[in-house]
């Protein structure tokens, strides 16, 4: 189910990319796990929490980021989804403990990346489920590292992302009583994800028109194979990196290994067996990955013909994670098309990827891990099940994207997505 537009994305990268060839990468045992990809990310709620994991799990690869509402990193472990989480008062000093703990564990990167780094904090003082307190512990951590934050938290946007325009007043939804749109993003006058884009871009374009449909990429595709590397890093105890996958070079990676997944997707419960059999009876399988199928990417129009010089030469990923939605795809569209990133996107040759979380009864419904050992020990890790998919479809979007199909064309697997 190729789409004819992709097609050019099959061709090896220009001579001038830093980007390794095709037949280096078919030969090297572990290709690059950060690509030369300008990748910036942001997130709102349970998205922002999980924004702050992957901002510190990753901070080598991430050039800025955008946190509204969430909470610091380590959280989630540290207190169990307690009260510091969505309060504040959390214990700054155990937080970096725990962040040197994670480091020389090898599970993240050297927080010494996150030194200048721009981070944009955001929450409003009607925000009643996190509030302001929690985001000034995130200040309080990132300043710890000299990160460049920038805060926003004089505005009286309720639990919501900031818009510069539109109808939905600030503090809308106070209470959760307004429209759909209007619980999603407030218009406090203050431009969230322009001033994020306009820490990284030298001049950053203003918005244009959205004109291009979601193109729908298959999340558990990649899943299965982040899967079994995270298990195979366990069992060998070595720092196998789950973002190392690339969808046509797994099999030349895994020869050798003892954990291997056919190239179909594979059920969770399927999958969870043949790992178990094959690891002399551990279950080192996380219980549940809480991964939708599907995600989103907006691609803008001047990138339709060559994802990959707009990823590596252009304005390249931005990676959005949604708070806690319904399993309702009418829902999920209306938060990525009203937060202006796919604005901004069409006017800068961005590509922007809406990861989709489904969520449990233990992180809530809709809702990302970020703070549930039980669903996955190194769910704030590169070894976590949710980012190392997420980064791993990053790394590989060109083939991602080639794969994916577009809402709508009813003859494909698309055309069954429930909506």
Not at 3 to 19: N, Q
Not at 55 to 80: D, H, Q, R, T
Not at 306 to 315: A, E, F, I, K, S
Request: with cysteine.
């Amino acid at each position: 189910m190729l789409l004819h537009m992709f097609l050019l994305l099959k061709m090896v990268a220009p001579s001038e990319t830093r980007l390794p060839t095709e037949n280096t990468l078919a030969s090297a045992a572990h290709p690059p796990i950060h690509p030369p990809i300008l990748l910036t990310i942001s997130g709102q709620s349970a998205g922002g929490s999980m924004a702050m994991n992957h901002l510190v799990a990753y901070s080598s690869s991430v050039k800025a980021a955008a946190i509204a509402a969430g909470s610091a990193y380590g959280c989630g472990a540290l207190y169990g989804n307690g009260n510091p989480c969505w309060y504040g008062g959390m214990n700054i000093e155990r937080s970096l403990s725990y962040i040197e703990q994670r480091f020389q564990e090898g599970l993240i990167d050297d927080p010494a990346h996150l030194k200048n780094l721009p981070v944009v904090l955001f929450n409003g003082e009607k925000d009643w489920t996190v509030y302001t307190k929690a985001m000034h512990d995130v200040a309080s951590q990132l300043d710890s590292f000299g990160s460049s934050v920038t805060k926003h938290f004089d505005t009286k946007a309720s639990h919501v992302w900031s818009l510069d325009h539109g109808n939905c007043n600030c503090g809308k939804c106070e209470y959760w009583k307004a429209s759909i749109e209007c619980c999603d993003v407030n218009n406090c006058n203050y431009d969230l994800s322009g001033d994020l884009l306009s820490k990284v871009y030298a001049s950053l374009k203003p918005r244009t028109e959205a004109t291009q449909p979601y193109v729908w990429v298959n999340q558990w595709k990649y899943l299965d194979k982040v899967l079994a590397l995270h298990v195979e890093g366990i069992k060998r105890g070595n720092q196998t990196d789950v973002a190392d996958v690339r969808d046509d070079k797994l099999d030349a990676q895994m020869n050798d290994t003892v954990v291997m997944t056919p190239a179909r997707t594979l059920s969770q419960k399927r999958l969870r067996n043949m790992i178990r059999d094959r690891s002399n009876g551990l279950d080192l399988a996380p219980r549940k990955h809480g991964l939708l199928k599907w995600g989103l990417v907006y691609v803008p129009s001047a990138c339709r013909m060559d994802v990959r010089q707009c990823t590596l030469h252009g304005g390249g990923i931005h990676v959005n994670y949604h708070g806690c939605i319904a399993r309702k795809w009418t829902l999920r569209e209306i938060w990525s098309s009203s937060l202006d990133l796919n604005e901004y996107a069409e006017a800068n040759s961005m590509v922007v990827f809406y990861p989709q979380a489904g969520g449990d009864k233990k992180s809530g419904g809709g809702c990302w891990n970020w703070g549930f050992k039980k669903d996955d020990k190194y769910f704030d890790t590169q070894r976590s099940i949710q980012l190392g998919t997420v980064t791993a479809m990053v790394n590989d979007m060109h083939s991602a994207l080639a794969q994916g199909c577009m809402l709508g064309n009813s003859t494909n697997e698309c055309g069954r997505v429930m909506r």
